[in-house]
Structures are given as structure tokens and as C-alpha cells.
């Protein structure tokens, strides 16, 4: 158990061109905290006696100012939280101020640039960088986004993917177990096994979030969204699962319908927006206290869903983003002081352990079938049905199991089940008729078993000297024939030497004589002295040498092997492959020397290549990126032609009053060109006062119509001034 208070930071957004700089200044603490400090100057307004604050100071883990980066942001407030999530405990980081202060833009990023991509996104890549590296664990991810939009819950996951419009969205009620844990009806899980998938859900879910246009914001985020990540990890063979939960939470904007001046939709939602703020600050309030028993959770949707983040098992950071701007220095003071109340709310973050279901099933039916079976023998109850073959395989295994286990302690467990019991049995009978084992070794083993095991140890001992014995006989006869036809060899070049000489008497002498002591050693191998010799052999040093192809040769067969190597037939061809050895150990050595270079390049092709990877991820976050613009720009689009469209709708009676008026002097042109009609331009060339001495046709359809065009012709030349 972790028990810790909410974490809080701040993040200072950066102004405008045309706005006004708020006099704020950031200092650093002794404690590894930082400390803001905004001045409020004295307006001249109020007066000379005015006893308003004019210094307002407040305590943060870590301030980020305007020059801020994403990266940064992310390092010191997501990152530490993503790594509990990945060891099995919630999290929760939730982004609070007024409207226009950079909230959706520290949690989920810009549209402009991949640097500017925010929490979500970052956290995202992070959790499954450090799944790819942790073999050790199983791991399964899934995803939600909720939206609460006027208090009521939208699924933006919806796997449909058929909504054009927020009301066709499925609806996520509340739901409530005995032991008040929330439960969320119809918001969809969606399995993610990569990044992609996951920044595809992300941009999925951002396309039908409800956004507006606000005096305060051009893109205001007009509901809360909770984008969660679940997390379910087990080890191989283990029977516990570990399940947690990282909520991503950026709420809407608190602001002041005074200084907005909205109306009509736009302040439905702010009544909305600032009423869910209320409800979440009376939460705080009530956590902050000591002695408060009852928390009200249940007024609004978002603080039910936030339960566990809010003093419960949760891991919670708390973001305030802040407009330091002449024009918001009290909301934004108002921000710190709500981050300050969090700030005493203490959280106890549990590891969340279970074991898996499904082996509790498994454990579960065992039991069951135990207690059955033990039932059945104290009642007595006789079972008429058969063993199954299953269940006659699986006794005759753990019978072959018994009997092959040489531990004397081990037990034959088959259960209360007389059936199995029986089959046991008769088993063992048939076996031991089958082998036909004599009755004194199998009621007796206690008597017997100590001579058994001193006979064979014997028996085992004298095989093994027998093979010694064996061995050092081949050894003497392979030494005594090589030593004859040394002597012979010697015998001959000295015989080559001597022939001319006198001396020739004298060598064969010594021939004769070396020829008896070779023969001497052939004559004493016989049958008893070579016993007599091994059985000194096996009592001498001799004894624990081990001989063979596998281990030390012995003295004598060394000097047998360099003597048969000097004479052996292929020597030439061995000291052929010795020099082609050493000419391969030269080319390996120049190749090693290549491949330790061609290795640097591959290491430059790792680099560039873990480069291209990143760029793929980045390319296809822009992709997104332009996808998610193009869906806004065909939205805007549609507003505004929406918008077009009624206002020509006003001026369109005009307009075909034109067009009919135009047609019927066109239509006047071609049927009544004639002197009456030429007196009719006349008139429109020149002035007239009145309307009486206008020339008409005597049509009163076509009369009205001319009568009509000259009033309006009268309207517009009194309009420019000039004279009709």
C-alpha cells in the first residue's frame, strides 16, 4: 500500500500577442517545490483606502512556465505515473482550469506539429515501448473514452463507428454494486496490441468530441473526457493477475457567463460545465476535512466515475493550467487555490492482485469432487457406473508413476472412490503375475534388499577389474611386438655398418645376444605371470587412471602412438592438411578483421533503422493529425454553408423581384418597340417630378410591374441623393 496526497503542478500558458502580461513571478523552495507568486496591483478606481490583497502565493511540485515544452511536461508529471500503472496500480492525471488555458493541449497535444503531441499520445508510446522490452510478463492492453457532455455519458469508442452526431452516440449510465464499486453501462472496451491501434482509437474518440466557439477559445472543448488505458499482466505458470487503470482526464473549462456574454447553446453548456466544477470542488472540500463522513459523489457523473482517483486506490496528479493575462489574474488565482485544496487529499494506492478465475475454477471443481467422493464412502453409497476409458488411462499413468518412483515415502493417491481403489488392485495383480516375482522378495524386501545390494555392488567391481585387467594385457602385447621390431630395425643398420669390417664375428655376437634378450620378454608372457602382472597393476597407482579414447593415455601407450605416428602412412598427407590449416587460420583472421568492420556498419544500420522506426510512428501520428483536420475543416464547412444559406434565405424574395421585374422589361423591349415605347426611354433619361404623365402600355400586369421599377429607381436615387 502506497499512501501519498495528490500531486499538484502548474503550467503557465503563454500569451497573445494583444494581451496584456499578469505580473507573476516563479521561485524556487529548499524542499525540491516551487512557489508562485502573483501581484495584483491597486486599481485607482477604488479609491485611496483600499485594503485589497495585493500578493498571492501558492506552493506547486513543479511549475512549468511559458517556454515549457511537451517533453518536458510529460518526463516529470506522466511518466512516473504510466510506471506504477505498468506495476499494477491506478493512476489518474487530470488537467484543471478556466476555459483557453491549455488544458486539452497538455493532455492531448496540438494538431500543428508531432512535437506538440500532449500526455495521452506520449503515454501511449511510453506503456508500449516498456511491454516490447518486459518479456518476463504477459501483458493485455484496452481502451475507453468517455465523454459527459450536459451530464450525460457518451461512449466515443462506439465500434459502430456509424455516429454523425453526438445524440446518435450510445449513452453510458452509472451502475452500482453492494459494495460501491461504479460501473459503467454500454462504455465499450476496445482491445489495443500496439501503438498504432491505440493512436487510432485516440484520434477515433477526438473526432466526436463536442467542440465550440467561444469568446474565451476558438476551439473550446465544450464536455469532460476520461481516456483510460487498462492493464492486465501475469507471469507464465503464475496463478495471480495483476489489473490496473490510468485515467487521462481533461475537463472542460470553468468560466464566467458575465464576461463571455454567450447565449442560447453555448451557455447551456456553461451552466452545465461550472455546475460539474462545483460538485467536483465540493468533493474536495468535504475529502479535506477530517472528521466528514459523508462525501457527495453521487451529485454529478464525473465525480462518481472519478471516486477511486479522488481519496480512494488511486495514484492521482493534478494539472492547473493557468492565463496569466491582466484580463484572468482572478480565475487563474482562483485555480491555485482549488489546486491547493487538493493538494491535502491523501490517496492509498493498493497493488490490485486476484488470482486468475479460471484456475479458481479449476481448483473449485477439484474440491467439489473430493468432498463428493468422501461423501459417498462415509454414507456408503455404492457408484454402479463404470470408470470411463479417460479415467482408466489416467490410473493406469499414475499407478506406472508409483511404481517407477524410487522414493519409500511416496503415497498412491487415487481418492475415496472404491471404484478407483479396485482398479488399483487388480493392476498391481496383474502385474505381479505377469512378472512371476518369487513371494520371499516381495513379502520379505527388508531381509533380502541388504544382500541384493551387496552382491551386485560386488559384481559391478569385478567387472570392472576384469576390463582393466583386459586392457593392460593388449597393452603389454602391443608394447613387446613394437619393441621386436625396434630391435630388428637397430639390428639391421648396424649389420649395414659392420659388413666390410673385420669386426663382423663381433656384431653377430651381439646380434645373437640382443636377439635372446628380445626374446626374453616373449618368453615370460605367459598365462600366469601376465595375472600375476595385472593383479600388481590393479594394486599399484595404476589403478584410478582412466584409459580410452575419451580420457588419458598411460605411459606406455604414448610412446606406442609417437612411434606408430612417425611411421604412419599418411604423415605427408597430415602435414599437407597443417599447412592448408594455417593458410585457412590466416584467410579466417583477415575475414574476422572484415566482419569486425562490416559489424560497425550494421551498428549504424541498427541506429538508422531504429531512426526509420520513429519516423514511421511520427509520420503516421501526422497522417492522424491531418485525417482529424480534414474532419474538423468538412465540419466548419458545414456550419458555415448552413449559416450562408440562411441569411440568403432573408434576401431571396428580393432577389426574384429582380429577376422578374428584369424579364418583364426584357419582354416590354421585344413586344413594344414602337414610338410609345421610345417615349417611355425618353422618360428614364430625363427627370420627372411626378408620376402622372408616365407613359403606359395598357397591360396592367405589365403597368404595375413599370410602376413598381420607377418607384423603386426613385428610392434608390433619393438614397444617393440626387434629384428623381
Not at 476535512?289 to 488511486?314: A, F, Q, W
Not at 545390494?453 to 613394437?482: W, Y
Not at 433619361?685 to 407613359?695: A, C, E, G, N, V
Request: hydrophobic share 35%; glycine share 4%; with cysteine.
Amino acid at each position: 500500500m502506497v499512501k501519498q496526497t495528490i500531486q499538484i503542478y502548474a503550467r503557465v500558458k503563454p500569451l497573445a500577442r494583444r494581451q496584456q502580461a499578469g505580473i507573476y513571478s516563479v521561485g524556487e523552495d529548499e524542499k525540491s517545490a516551487s512557489s508562485l507568486e502573483i501581484i495584483v496591483p491597486r486599481d485607482l478606481a477604488d479609491g485611496f483606502v483600499n485594503n485589497k490583497r495585493e500578493s498571492y502565493k501558492f506552493k506547486f511540485q513543479k511549475i512549468f512556465d511559458q517556454e515549457a515544452k511537451q517533453d518536458a511536461v510529460f518526463e516529470s508529471i506522466a511518466k512516473p505515473v504510466a510506471e506504477c500503472a505498468l506495476a499494477g496500480y491506478n493512476g489518474t492525471i487530470f488537467a484543471y482550469g478556466q476555459t483557453g488555458s491549455g488544458k486539452t493541449f497538455t493532455i492531448t497535444g496540438g494538431a500543428e506539429r508531432y512535437s506538440d503531441r500532449g500526455i495521452i499520445p506520449r503515454t501511449l508510446s511510453y506503456i508500449f515501448q516498456q511491454l516490447k522490452k518486459d518479456s518476463s510478463k504477459v501483458y493485455t492492453t484496452h481502451v475507453s473514452y468517455l465523454e459527459i457532455y450536459n451530464e450525460c455519458g457518451y461512449d466515443l469508442l462506439d465500434p459502430r463507428h456509424e455516429a454523425s452526431r453526438l445524440e446518435d452516440l450510445p449513452k453510458v449510465t452509472i451502475m452500482e454494486d453492494p459494495d460501491q464499486n461504479i460501473h459503467l453501462k454500454n462504455l465499450s472496451l476496445q482491445q489495443a496490441t500496439n501503438e498504432e491501434e491505440a493512436l487510432n482509437l485516440l484520434f477515433l474518440g477526438d473526432t466526436n468530441r463536442m467542440i465550440a466557439e467561444t469568446p474565451m477559445n476558438q476551439a473550446s472543448t465544450r464536455s469532460h473526457c476520461i481516456f483510460t488505458i487498462h492493464i492486465s499482466s501475469k507471469e507464465p505458470g503464475s496463478a495471480t493477475i495483476r489489473h490496473s487503470k490510468l485515467h487521462l482526464v481533461d475537463l472542460a473549462g470553468s468560466e464566467r457567463v458575465a464576461k463571455t456574454g454567450v447565449g442560447g447553446q453555448l451557455l447551456t453548456e456553461a451552466k452545465y460545465i461550472n455546475l460539474s466544477l462545483h460538485y467536483l470542488e465540493q468533493v474536495i472540500i468535504a475529502l479535506a476535512e477530517k472528521h466528514r463522513s459523508h462525501i457527495p459523489y453521487r451529485n454529478s457523473m464525473m465525480t462518481s466515475v472519478l471516486r477511486d482517483s479522488l481519496g480512494g486506490n488511486c495514484m492521482t496528479t493534478m494539472i492547473a493550467t493557468l492565463s496569466l493575462d491582466k484580463r484572468n489574474i482572478d480565475e487563474s488565482i482562483s485555480t491555485c487555490r482549488f489546486a491547493q485544496r487538493v493538494a491535502l487529499i491523501k490517496n492509498e494506492a493498493v497493488l490490485n492482485e486476484e488470482i486468475d478465475p479460471r484456475l479458481m475454477i479449476i481448483q473449485l471443481k477439484k474440491v467439489i469432487q473430493e468432498l463428493k467422493d468422501e461423501l459417498a464412502m462415509v454414507t456408503g453409497e455404492q457408484r454402479t457406473e463404470e470408470l470411463t476409458q479417460e479415467e482408466l488411462l489416467q490410473l493406469d499413468e499414475i499407478i506406472k508413476t508409483f511404481l517407477e518412483d524410487p522414493d519409500p515415502e511416496s503415497m498412491l493417491d487415487v481418492g475415496a472412490d472404491m471404484r478407483k481403489i479396485k482398479h488399483c488392485f487388480n493392476y498391481i495383480k496383474q502385474l505381479i503375475n505377469r512378472t512371476n516375482i518369487p513371494d520371499r522378495s516381495l513379502l520379505s524386501p527388508d531381509i533380502t534388499g541388504g544382500e541384493d545390494t551387496n552382491t551386485a555392488e560386488k559384481k559391478e567391481e569385478l567387472k570392472k577389474l576384469r576390463d582393466l585387467l583386459h586392457q593392460r594385457d593388449n597393452e603389454i602385447n602391443i608394447l613387446v611386438s613394437m619393441l621386436k621390431k625396434e630391435k630388428k630395425k637397430a639390428q639391421d643398420a648396424l649389420f649395414q655398418l659392420n659388413a666390410g669390417s673385420s669386426g663382423l664375428a663381433v656384431s653377430e655376437s651381439s646380434l645373437s645376444i640382443s636377439l635372446e634378450e628380445g626374446q626374453r620378454p616373449s618368453a615370460c608372457v605367459n598365462v600366469k605371470d601376465t595375472q600375476e602382472f595385472s593383479s600388481s597393476v590393479h594394486r599399484s597407482a595404476f589403478l584410478p587412471r582412466r584409459t580410452g579414447s575419451g580420457g588419458e593415455m598411460s605411459l606406455g601407450r604414448q610412446e606406442a602412438f609417437e612411434i606408430f605416428k612417425r611411421d604412419y602412412v599418411d604423415s605427408v598427407t597430415i602435414e599437407d592438411n597443417k599447412q592448408l590449416l594455417k593458410q585457412r587460420f590466416a584467410e579466417a583472421k583477415s575475414l574476422g578483421e572484415k566482419v569486425n568492420e562490416v559489424r560497425n556498419k550494421i551498428s549504424n544500420y541498427k541506429t538508422m533503422f531504429n531512426r526509420l522506426k520513429g519516423l514511421k510512428i511520427e509520420i503516421e501520428h501526422l497522417q492522424l493529425l491531418m485525417e482529424k483536420a480534414k474532419v474538423k475543416l468538412q465540419k466548419d464547412f458545414e456550419v458555415w454553408w448552413s449559416e450562408e444559406a440562411s441569411n440568403l434565405q432573408v434576401s431571396a424574395f428580393l432577389v426574384h423581384k429582380w429577376l422578374f421585374v428584369t424579364q418583364s422589361t426584357k419582354k416590354l423591349n421585344q413586344s413594344v418597340y414602337s414610338s410609345e415605347s421610345l417615349n417611355i426611354l425618353a422618360y428614364f433619361r430625363t427627370p420627372r417630378s411626378s408620376s402622372s404623365s408616365i407613359p403606359l402600355t395598357g397591360d396592367s400586369q405589365t403597368d404595375a410591374d413599370i410602376l413598381a421599377f420607377i418607384k423603386a429607381r426613385q428610392n434608390l436615387l433619393q438614397k444617393k441623393g440626387k434629384p428623381c
